[in-house]
Protein backbone atom coordinates (compact mmCIF):
# COMPACT_ATOMS: atom_id res chain seq x y z
CA UNK A 1 0.00 0.00 0.00
CA UNK A 2 1.43 3.35 -0.81
CA UNK A 3 0.45 6.63 1.08
CA UNK A 4 0.56 10.12 0.28
CA UNK A 5 0.74 12.48 2.84
CA UNK A 6 0.65 16.22 3.90
CA UNK A 7 2.30 18.17 6.96
CA UNK A 8 1.93 21.39 7.68
CA UNK A 9 1.13 21.72 11.76
CA UNK A 10 2.79 24.94 11.81
CA UNK A 11 6.09 25.42 10.25
CA UNK A 12 6.83 23.25 8.15
CA UNK A 13 5.17 22.07 5.41
CA UNK A 14 5.91 18.70 3.50
CA UNK A 15 4.35 16.03 0.90
CA UNK A 16 5.75 12.44 1.91
CA UNK A 17 4.99 8.97 -0.34
CA UNK A 18 5.42 5.85 1.66
CA UNK A 19 4.53 2.52 1.74
CA UNK A 20 4.91 -0.39 4.05
CA UNK A 21 8.65 -0.41 3.85
CA UNK A 22 10.81 2.92 2.97
CA UNK A 23 9.58 6.77 2.65
CA UNK A 24 10.02 6.77 -1.25
CA UNK A 25 10.09 10.31 -1.54
CA UNK A 26 9.82 13.34 0.69
CA UNK A 27 9.26 17.21 -0.97
CA UNK A 28 9.71 20.33 1.79
CA UNK A 29 8.71 24.04 1.30
CA UNK A 30 8.99 25.02 5.08
CA UNK A 31 7.82 28.54 6.34
CA UNK A 32 10.60 30.09 7.38
CA UNK A 33 9.45 33.82 9.32
CA UNK A 34 11.29 36.78 8.58
CA UNK A 35 11.35 37.35 12.25
CA UNK A 36 10.46 36.21 15.54
CA UNK A 37 8.61 32.86 16.07
CA UNK A 38 5.54 31.50 13.36
CA UNK A 39 3.26 33.62 12.58
CA UNK A 40 -0.16 31.57 12.07
CA UNK A 41 -1.86 33.98 9.37
CA UNK A 42 1.48 34.12 7.28
CA UNK A 43 2.64 30.36 8.02
CA UNK A 44 -1.06 29.58 6.25
CA UNK A 45 -0.80 31.98 3.33
CA UNK A 46 2.81 30.25 2.38
CA UNK A 47 1.37 26.82 2.86
CA UNK A 48 -1.54 28.25 0.46
CA UNK A 49 0.63 29.37 -1.89
CA UNK A 50 2.98 26.65 -2.07
CA UNK A 51 0.72 23.36 -1.57
CA UNK A 52 -0.09 23.38 -5.76
CA UNK A 53 3.59 23.34 -6.45
CA UNK A 54 4.66 20.77 -3.97
CA UNK A 55 1.83 18.48 -5.46
CA UNK A 56 2.97 19.05 -9.30
CA UNK A 57 6.33 18.09 -8.11
CA UNK A 58 5.12 14.97 -6.16
CA UNK A 59 3.31 13.58 -9.10
CA UNK A 60 6.31 14.58 -11.44
CA UNK A 61 7.89 11.42 -9.59
CA UNK A 62 5.11 9.29 -8.93
CA UNK A 63 2.05 8.40 -10.91
CA UNK A 64 -1.04 9.51 -9.14
CA UNK A 65 -2.76 5.93 -9.81
CA UNK A 66 -0.38 4.12 -7.68
CA UNK A 67 -1.47 6.13 -4.41
CA UNK A 68 -3.73 4.24 -2.07
CA UNK A 69 -4.40 6.31 0.44
CA UNK A 70 -4.41 10.27 0.95
CA UNK A 71 -3.13 10.80 5.08
CA UNK A 72 -2.56 14.61 6.58
CA UNK A 73 -1.95 16.04 9.87
CA UNK A 74 -4.97 16.54 11.60
CA UNK A 75 -3.47 18.05 14.36
CA UNK A 76 -2.00 19.11 17.30
CA UNK A 77 -1.11 22.28 15.45
CA UNK A 78 -1.71 25.41 14.47
CA UNK A 79 -5.55 25.97 13.22
CA UNK A 80 -4.77 28.17 10.20
CA UNK A 81 -1.95 26.03 9.16
CA UNK A 82 -4.20 22.51 10.00
CA UNK A 83 -7.25 24.16 7.78
CA UNK A 84 -5.05 24.42 4.51
CA UNK A 85 -3.34 20.94 4.93
CA UNK A 86 -6.43 19.56 5.30
CA UNK A 87 -8.71 21.31 2.45
CA UNK A 88 -5.60 20.23 -0.11
CA UNK A 89 -5.64 16.19 1.16
CA UNK A 90 -9.45 16.30 0.56
CA UNK A 91 -8.78 17.69 -2.65
CA UNK A 92 -6.64 14.87 -3.12
CA UNK A 93 -8.28 12.66 -2.11
CA UNK A 94 -11.70 13.49 -3.94
CA UNK A 95 -9.53 14.06 -7.03
CA UNK A 96 -8.02 10.47 -6.75
CA UNK A 97 -10.94 8.81 -5.67
CA UNK A 98 -8.77 7.15 -2.50
CA UNK A 99 -9.62 6.69 1.10
CA UNK A 100 -8.64 10.16 3.47
CA UNK A 101 -7.15 9.15 6.84
CA UNK A 102 -6.26 12.01 9.18
CA UNK A 103 -3.60 11.84 11.26
CA UNK A 104 -2.47 12.69 14.92
CA UNK A 105 1.12 14.63 14.69
CA UNK A 106 2.77 13.98 17.87
CA UNK A 107 1.76 9.87 17.54
CA UNK A 108 3.08 9.95 13.95
CA UNK A 109 6.44 11.04 15.71
CA UNK A 110 6.27 8.16 17.72
CA UNK A 111 5.30 5.42 15.12
CA UNK A 112 7.94 6.84 12.26
CA UNK A 113 10.62 6.21 14.62
CA UNK A 114 8.84 2.98 15.64
CA UNK A 115 8.65 1.68 12.25
CA UNK A 116 11.90 2.24 11.66
CA UNK A 117 14.00 0.88 14.25
CA UNK A 118 11.47 -1.83 15.16
CA UNK A 119 11.28 -0.80 18.63
CA UNK A 120 8.84 -3.07 20.72
CA UNK A 121 6.98 -0.94 22.97
CA UNK A 122 9.59 1.73 23.50
CA UNK A 123 9.11 4.03 26.46
CA UNK A 124 9.44 7.73 24.16
CA UNK A 125 10.15 11.30 25.71
CA UNK A 126 8.13 13.35 23.29
CA UNK A 127 9.41 17.32 23.33
CA UNK A 128 7.57 19.23 20.94
CA UNK A 129 6.66 22.67 22.70
CA UNK A 130 3.02 22.23 24.12
CA UNK A 131 2.93 19.10 23.35
CA UNK A 132 5.56 17.34 25.37
CA UNK A 133 5.11 14.24 26.71
CA UNK A 134 6.69 10.75 28.41
CA UNK A 135 4.47 7.75 26.72
CA UNK A 136 4.84 4.02 27.69
CA UNK A 137 2.71 1.15 27.01
Known sequence: MISLGIEGTAWSLSIGVVDEKEVLLIENDPYIPKEGGI??????????????????????????????????????????????VATAARVL???LKKPLVGVNHCLA??????????AKNP?????????????AR
Open 39 to 84: HPREAAQHHSERIGKLVKSVFSKIEPDKIDVVSFSQGPGMGPCLRI
Open 109 to 118: HLEVGRWKTG
Open 93 to 95: SLK
Open 123 to 135: VTLYVSGGNSQVI
